[in-house]
């Protein structure tokens, strides 16, 4: 069965420290990858996808993901946190034998503390 | 550019009425989708369109969900004798084709009292 999983319910990080937000799938064959961001009352943005290429892809707002075949992870980076990147993040996977759905984490709750 | 829009933004509904809920897409975007989403949890797939043509409406819970894109365009998602368990966030999203990366609109919140 094809799944996406995020382990954390919610992150917690320091401002300025190094941020990461796990995510792991399951799909047979070549994944395509996406992460969304969502703050409160608002649609979801899209902040990076991999298809193919480079294993660590860069995004919005200064964040980057990397992609890991072996450990069929594709985790959420950022250097330094901001307060304002405290928000709900979904990891997303195009499944296999089908060319528009996405399977969808549960979320992430990401708090950053100033 | 313009982004998704969708309106209402809030639409409270009494249980058995009719409520329609609109999506503009991004001027271009072929695809469009309707995702419904329960409060913390990520978006559960609705339907999908390509132009005109619902090409999967598979997930539409029940009969009483319908949606519709006649030019293309705008969609709209009605939902018929509105139950309790239809509350929700119904997010509406669009994209320049379907394997391209999906960009949403801000939502409508349907509370069924």
């Known amino acids: 069965a094809q799944s996406v999983a995020q382990p954390e319910d919610q992150v917690n990080v320091a401002e300025g420290n190094p941020l990461t937000v796990k995510c792991t799938y399951s799909?047979?064959?070549?994944?395509?990858l996406f992460w969304y961001v969502q703050y409160p009352n608002r649609g979801l943005q899209f902040l990076l996808k991999?298809?193919?290429?480079d294993n660590l892809v860069k995004g919005s707002y200064g964040f980057e993901a990397e992609f890991n075949k072996s450990q069929t992870s594709f985790h959420l980076k950022k250097p330094s946190a901001l307060v304002s990147d405290s928000a709900l993040y979904f990891c997303?996977?195009?499944?296999?034998?089908?060319?528009?759905?996405?399977?969808w984490g549960a979320g992430t709750k990401l708090i950053i503390k100033p | 550019g313009a982004g998704v829009s969708q309106s209402p933004r809030y639409k409270v509904a009494k249980r058995g009425q009719d409520v329609a809920l609109r999506c503009d897409p991004i001027?271009?975007?072929?695809?469009l989708f309707w995702y419904q989403q329960a409060l913390g949890q990520g978006p559960e797939f609705l339907t999908y369109?390509?132009?005109?043509?619902?090409?999967?409406k598979s997930g539409l819970p029940s009969d009483r969900f319908f949606a519709e894109r006649p030019e293309g365009s705008v969609s709209t998602l009605k939902i018929q004798r509105t139950q309790q368990e239809d509350s929700a966030v119904y997010l509406c999203?669009?994209?320049?084709?379907?394997?391209?990366?999906?960009?949403f609109g801000p939502g409508t919140r349907l509370t069924v009292t």
């Open positions: 999203a669009s994209s320049l084709s379907r394997s391209y990366e999906q960009y």
């Open positions: 997303a996977v195009r499944g296999v034998g089908s060319n528009y759905q996405l399977i």
């Open positions: 369109f390509q132009n005109e043509a619902q090409l999967d």
């Open positions: 001027s271009g975007h072929v695809s």
């Open positions: 799909v047979s064959g070549n994944p395509y």
């Open positions: 991999y298809i193919t290429g």
